[in-house]
């Protein structure tokens, strides 16, 4: 109880001396945004310390490499921080296991897209319906047989 009631003077304390409009539900309404202007963030005036807690990213279909080694660098420092010390390392660990099979996912279809651009050739219905799935030995299955000729490719 009075973790939670810490946590709301904080935000309080926040909110009084940055002038955001906080919503639990996600982002400010449109009333909100407009009346920032264009030229400050619609959720972190220029002059709000919370600016540089923003993630810089750019357009969706830019974020491949991103995204991927995102979900890497944050297990290595779930990791790192267990290490150091071993506090609840037993529920800790699930979200580790989760972020570096993510990672290794994403990674299987990337290299199966690269390999089908670096051959030319397009993919199948099975080949997409593959792709868009989570099974990691289905992904290195199809990953796997394309990478002699790859090599081959690139030299």
Same mark, same amino acid.
């Given at each position: 109880? /009075?973790?939670? #009631?810490?946590?709301?003077? @904080?935000? +309080?304390?926040?909110?009084?001396?940055?002038?955001?409009?906080?919503?639990? !539900?996600?982002?400010?309404?449109?009333?909100?945004?407009?009346?920032?202007?264009?030229?400050?963030?619609? /959720?972190?005036? #220029?002059?709000?310390?919370? @600016?540089? +807690?923003?993630?810089?990213?750019?357009?969706?279909?830019?974020?491949?490499? !991103?995204?991927?080694?995102?979900?890497?660098?944050?297990?290595?420092?779930?990791?790192?921080?267990?290490?150091?010390?071993?506090?609840?390392?037993?529920?800790?660990?699930?979200?580790?296991?989760?972020?570096?099979?993510?990672?290794?996912?994403?990674?299987?279809?990337?290299?199966?897209?690269?390999?089908?651009?670096?051959?030319?050739?397009?993919?199948?219905?099975?080949?997409?319906?593959?792709?868009?799935?989570?099974?990691?030995?289905?992904?290195?299955?199809?990953?796997?047989?394309?990478?002699?000729?790859?090599?081959?490719?690139?030299?």
């Amino acid at each position: 109880m /009075w973790a939670l #009631r810490g946590m709301i003077s @904080r935000l +309080l304390a926040i909110s009084r001396r940055c002038p955001i409009p906080f919503r639990f !539900a996600g982002t400010p309404d449109r009333r909100d945004r407009r009346s920032y202007g264009r030229a400050s963030s619609p /959720w972190f005036p #220029r002059e709000c310390w919370l @600016r540089q +807690l923003n993630a810089c990213m750019p357009p969706w279909h830019e974020t491949g490499h !991103a995204y991927k080694a995102g979900f890497r660098k944050a297990a290595f420092e779930l990791t790192s921080k267990v290490c150091e010390q071993p506090v609840d390392q037993d529920l800790i660990v699930y979200p580790i296991v989760y972020l570096y099979r993510h990672h290794i996912e994403l990674v299987l279809k990337g290299v199966v897209r690269m390999a089908l651009d670096l051959q030319a050739k397009s993919t199948t219905p099975a080949q997409e319906r593959k792709l868009g799935g989570h099974d990691l030995l289905s992904l290195w299955t199809m990953a796997r047989p394309m990478l002699e000729p790859v090599c081959e490719i690139v030299g």
